[in-house]
């Protein structure tokens, strides 16, 4: 299964600031999915990294907030955009590897990134 | 939109015991594929076991089982021999087979603790 490299870990940060978060993958994916965890709670998709195109976003998340960048079929980046305390989260990148309708279509997660907003 | 729920928020074991942990689903769709992923303090996610809809046997991997029962649109999975290191939160998560297929719908989680 695929590898993947998250970072920064964790970070603290001030609000009104932005921080991105990259994600690495050690093969080629077709997609890239970021989650959001809040505290205590359930995973949310923030929006599919496509490369070559606009990312899609879930109901709820919009592209100012959370503008996605995906360069090549291994890396994408998340930015966190103009934070506030609400956005302090578990940020997850995750792939599947062999996406399509078959059972293949399993998610494998990075080890995610723990904002704290100020 | 598809819901997974998970109406145990937190369980415990004592080690070396069985436990089960709950999900239920709602979908009008027919043929989909259902998950539990564990999330150890670390964060990591982690696949442990995965069922087909379209398969009446219940998925097994090692001291993890499942109980499928697709009418009741049930999905409980069993840690046998629980060990110190099965603490963590477990997701349950849904997948259509049909459409939208590259979204996983997850529940709220339960939280295993197992005494030793």
């Known amino acids: 299964s695929a590898v993947i490299s998250q970072k920064p870990s964790r970070d603290i940060c001030q609000r009104g600031t932005s921080l991105t978060i990259q994600c690495q993958v050690d093969?080629?994916?077709?997609?890239m999915f970021w989650y959001r965890q809040q505290p205590g709670q359930s995973l949310t998709l923030i929006a599919t990294a496509n490369q070559g195109s606009e990312a899609t976003y879930e109901s709820g998340f919009v592209i100012d907030k959370f503008p996605i960048s995906r360069p090549n079929l291994t890396f994408s980046t998340l930015t966190v955009s103009n934070m506030s305390p609400e956005d302090s989260s578990i940020y997850l990148c995750?792939?599947?590897?062999?996406?399509?309708?078959?059972?293949?279509?399993?998610?494998?997660f990075g080890a995610g990134s723990r904002l704290t907003v100020l | 939109a598809q819901t997974v729920t998970q109406s145990q928020p937190e369980m415990s074991v004592q080690e070396a015991e069985t436990v089960t942990l709950s999900c239920t689903y709602d979908t009008s769709e027919s043929d989909y594929y259902l998950f539990w992923y564990k999330q150890p303090p670390s964060r990591q996610m982690i696949l442990v076991i995965r069922q087909e809809a379209y398969k009446q046997q219940n998925a097994t991997e090692n001291r993890f089982s499942v109980n499928f029962q697709k009418a009741a649109k049930s999905f409980s999975l069993k840690i046998s021999d629980s060990q110190l290191g099965d603490a963590a939160m477990y997701f349950c998560?849904?997948?259509?087979?049909?459409?939208?297929?590259?979204?996983?719908?997850f529940g709220s989680g339960t939280k295993l603790n197992v005494k030793p």
């Open positions: 998560a849904y997948r259509s087979a049909l459409y939208n297929f590259n979204k996983f719908y």
């Open positions: 995750s792939v599947a590897p062999g996406a399509g309708a078959s059972g293949a279509n399993v998610l494998t």
């Open positions: 093969s080629q994916v077709t997609m």
